[in-house]
């Protein structure tokens, strides 16, 4: 599986755009992206995913650079209750499992 | 509603003690899989299951134990061989596993903290 790079921590104002980027250099054709966050105490959730399309659902977008060597996701409206960790993943084709890494901890202020 | 429900929430243990974390789904996924996390770190894979009958060990399955006799049930054995159990253990099922990329969206139950005494 290719691995992933995000910062380690990033701050938002509350009803401001968060933008989440994620390095993956070593992609390869067949790996998917996918992020999931995790609330402080609870398990992980799972936000959005894409292969090298542009991708929006009720709760994110995510971004995919043409190289596919990155991405970002996007929460438009951030709220209060988006603080949390935000785990990158890249899982290929051929893998039965998830690896997930420390993530990008979110804080959105007021 | 569907979900997964992990049992319990908070337990204690005492060193050299056994103890089995429950982890039920009703939401018709062939695949399970147990997840350790530290505070402050990542969530690091224990084991994993496909399908009924058949698990893979992940990265850190020693000290660990599965079953999967039945499809609904994943439920992970800490074992007093395990040198450092204190944690935050999550269960996770998909719909299915290798070869459904598009399928493989992980639901997460709310997690079973462990501690030491």
């Known amino acids: 599986d290719a691995k992933t790079t995000q910062p380690p921590s990033m701050d938002c104002a509350e009803g401001r755009a968060a933008n989440l980027p994620c390095n993956h250099s070593t992609i390869s054709g067949n790996e998917y992206v996918y992020w999931y966050r995790q609330i402080h105490s609870q398990g992980p959730q799972y936000i959005i995913h894409g292969l090298k399309n542009n991708e929006t659902n009720e709760m994110a977008s995510l971004i995919i650079t043409e190289d596919r060597k990155s991405s970002t996701l996007i929460l438009p409206h951030a709220t209060l209750r988006d603080t949390a960790v935000y785990y990158c993943i890249v899982r290929g084709y051929n893998t039965d499992k998830l690896i997930f890494g420390t993530g990008t901890r979110l804080q959105v202020f007021p | 509603d569907g979900g997964i429900t992990q049992s319990p929430k908070y337990l204690f243990r005492k060193e050299g003690q056994n103890v089995t974390l429950s982890c039920e789904q009703n939401l018709n996924h062939d695949a399970m899989y147990w997840y350790r996390q530290d505070p402050g770190q990542g969530l690091r894979l224990i084991y994993y299951s496909q399908i009924v009958n058949d698990f893979q060990k992940g990265d850190i399955a020693e000290g660990y134990s599965v079953s999967r006799e039945k499809k609904e049930s994943f439920p992970l054995t800490v074992t007093s061989a395990q040198k450092n159990p204190t944690a935050f253990y999550l269960c996770?099922?998909?719909?299915?596993?290798?070869?459904?990329?598009?399928?493989?969206?992980?639901?997460f139950g709310a997690g079973s903290r462990l501690t030491v005494l």
């Open positions: 996770a099922s998909s719909i299915a596993g290798q070869g459904a990329p598009g399928a493989n969206v992980l639901t």
